[in-house]
């Protein structure tokens, strides 16, 4: 049961982040929706070069991420540069503007405190207290759990060893360990755990534990464990990991641009354009290759080859629709989404990036001010008239748009 509390709207203008952001994106249509006085609402008017912005964009979805799953709290943004009827209505004139809606109200209040995390939140919390138990990801071990976790041979394992009654630094540790241990939460491969030592002195003994804090890394073929040395971070144990299990988590638990991506396949496509056939066969190569290995985001080779085969008869334009439709559903319905779903179209869209630069590298006049890209529906018009796309040309854009009107059909029949 949820207890009383505001909404809050936090506006700020912000460029459309590549890495697929989920913060809800509001227009003049929705954001009375969801300013009617039944949730805590915080949006934010954004401007892509405005460097304050900027700035608080990774905070700002720090935020989102923290309260995705409350039903009675809404985190949400508005393109000022696209959306003027707000911009006047609410006469906002500098950027970040925050604006807030206690529940109840549909009257907003401008929000003058700090820009940081820990501010938004104590706002939130102020007006809409969170009444659950918080989950915790770290997962305790003991006697009867430790050698069916630690000695699992599909898992990758980072132990903590620690004593609760005397040891400063093992509770200094805690709330940074658990960060990671929420980083890598949904990668299955990999488990965060924790072993107190005084309550399970044996265990302590058996890896010649003497000092505490000590974390221990177990790998699917090492099961002795490999002392971790270097600093006991987030963001370093982050990394760590990462490189060890070729993950591409941020910390927090967002993916990086690097998530989806296989180097051997990138490597193709950076050359797809010289040959489309050659690069068909070496990437079919690869793929037979990666199929023998463990790697975490190898079922994506088939996209990659999708892409590829069809991107020879449909071109750069067949990329940059689908990374536009993707990033539309990330941004529109990010509470729609599961997590898996959402992470799963993060994904294509870093690998559809790697044809983008692939194709801009080998033609840079895509990137021109001439290039249909970056013009409008009437400047393409024009163009056009002027200079009118031969037989073949015609048909390929037919035919590209609606082969690819039916894949992203079955697409998201798949997710």
Known sequence: MWIAGSVIVFICWLAFPESGAVVMRLDNTTYGQVTRGDKFVLVQFYVKWSSACQKLEPKWEDVERRYRERDDVVIGKVNAQEDRILVTRFRTTTFPTILYYPKGATEHQLYEGRHTIAAFVELIEQHAPTSWVRRIFTKELNSTNFDQTVMDKDKFVMLQFYNTTDCYKCKKLQPDYEMVAETFHNERTIVVARVDTEMHPEIGKRFDITQHPRIMWFTRDNKRGIPYQSAMKPAQLVDFINHQCHTARELGGGLTSQ?????????????????????????????????????????????????????????????????????????????????????????????????????????????????????????????????????????????????????????????
């Open 259 to 415: 998530a989806g991506r296989m180097v051997e396949m990138d490597a193709v496509v950076s050359n797809f354009i010289a040959s489309i056939a050659d690069v068909q066969k070496e990437a079919e190569k690869v793929k037979e290759k990666m199929a023998g290995r463990q790697h975490p985001h190898s079922n994506y080779s088939s996209f990659y080859m999708d892409i590829l085969d069809r991107i020879g008869s449909h071109g750069y334009e067949l990329v940059t629709m689908e990374i536009t439709n993707f990033q539309n559903s990330l941004a529109t319905s990010p509470k729609s989404l599961s997590e898996e779903k959402r992470e799963d179209l993060v994904k294509r869209v870093n690998i559809l990036r790697v044809f983008q630069k692939a194709y801009r590298t080998q033609f840079p006049k895509l990137q021109d001010s001439n290039s249909e890209e970056n013009m409008g529906e009437p400047e393409v018009a024009k163009k056009r008239a002027k200079d009118p796309p031969n037989a073949f040309q015609r048909k390929s854009r037919g035919r590209g748009k609606k082969e690819y009107t039916s894949k992203m059909r079955s697409i998201k029949h798949e997710l």
